[in-house]
């Protein structure tokens, strides 16, 4: 009988498509393969903005707080100005109304001065008077006792005390009401002038936020402007890329059942390096079905479909970018 050796071809092309199947699928009940890579990140402003200086270029290397570009706004300096304004308005206002207000107190107290200084004046002619009188009527009938007329000076007299009294407690009254509303004028001017000055203070934090910086270390991929241009509001600006893999795109194949969770963390392998291991954790996945890219196929004529699961890295993770991964899922207990 003569030997066939399809018989033996057949077993082994069996084994090789079950192996290649394998190998398309890139994965096992808890592993498959992703794809290291790079998420830029676009910069903007929330606000109409005009370039200052540029400090970077395309290709530029920048780290994490560095300054890419400096810009300004024209409502900033516009508010800046007119708050400034009101402040000079408001003292100027202030201390013309407290010299006005001076000026009455020192009407009042001259007035004051005046009538009183004419009612002590009748009191020292009244006093000269009775003071005559009595010593003329010393002189000619001796010690008597104190005729009527000296009773009415002394009650005259006591009536224009009385009298210079009032004027000076009214004028007193007076001035204090200057006073109160002087003291009221203070913290009239003194409130404005804080509100102004606080909102000077929140335009230079605002001019301080008119600084862009680098979020990440990077290169510039894009500058999106040029020098003294005018930029509305959330314009792309700036794009950054980073020097190191960022996150992982793995794909799960169609025919696998690979159970994930969002906030899951994997294990990260390099699948050429798997010395170099690092952690991630599952931020998203696409339910869509899309083409494996070449990087993970055996065989790039063969096309194979999977799902794309999303992984964040850490900063420093030792991969390289584009590199093949190899992601594990923690056992089943």
């Known amino acids: 009988m003569k030997f066939n050796i399809l018989y033996l071809l057949f077993p082994a092309a069996l084994l090789a498509c079950f192996w290649i199947a394998r190998d398309f699928q890139g994965q096992s009940g808890n592993s498959f ?21 540029i400090r970077v270029q395309i290709g530029s290397l920048v ?19 007119e708050r400034r304004s009101e402040i000079t308005r408001t003292e100027t206002e202030r201390a ?12 009042v107290a001259a007035s004051v001065r005046t009538k009183t200084g004419e009612l002590k004046a009748q009191i020292r002619v ?3 008077e009775d003071s005559l009188k009595t010593a003329f009527r010393k002189n000619i ?34 001035i204090r009401l200057l006073e109160s509303r002087q003291s009221a004028l203070r913290n009239v001017a003194g409130s404005k002038t804080a509100f102004s000055r606080a909102e000077i203070g929140f335009i230079e934090t605002e001019r301080g936020r008119l600084l862009l910086i680098a979020p990440i270390d990077g290169y510039v991929e894009n500058v999106f402007f040029g020098p003294n241009a005018l930029i509305p509001a959330h314009n792309d600006l700036i794009k950054i890329n980073p020097l190191t893999p960022n996150r992982i795109i793995g794909f799960i194949h169609e025919t696998a059942e690979v159970p994930f969770s969002i906030g899951q963390e994997v294990e990260l392998a390099s699948a050429a390096r798997p010395g170099i291991k690092s952690r991630g954790t599952i931020v998203g996945s696409n339910p869509k079905m899309s083409e494996l890219p070449l990087r ?30 190899t992601i594990t899922l923690p056992a089943v207990q």
Not at 305 to 325: A, D, H, M, Q, T
Request: net charge negative.
């Open 63 to 81: 780290k994490k707080g560095d300054t890419l570009a400096i810009f300004t706004r024209a409502d900033l300096n516009k508010s800046e100005v």
């Open 126 to 128: 009244l006093r000269t």
């Open 141 to 174: 009938y001796g010690d008597l006792p104190a005729a009527p007329e000296s009773k009415l000076a002394a009650e005259e007299t006591s009536a224009l005390q009385k009298q210079i009294a009032d004027l000076e407690s009214e004028a007193r009254e007076e």
């Open 96 to 107: 013309s109304e407290h010299a006005v207000l001076e000026k009455e107190k020192e009407l």
């Open 296 to 325: 993970l196929r055996k065989f790039i004529e063969v096309h194979s479909w999977g799902r794309e699961v999303y992984i964040s890295l850490p900063e420093n993770n030792g991969f390289y970018i584009s590199e093949k991964i």
């Open 33 to 53: 393969f992703g794809i290291a890579e790079t998420e830029s990140r676009t910069l903007n402003f929330d606000h109409d903005i005009a370039v200052r200086e």
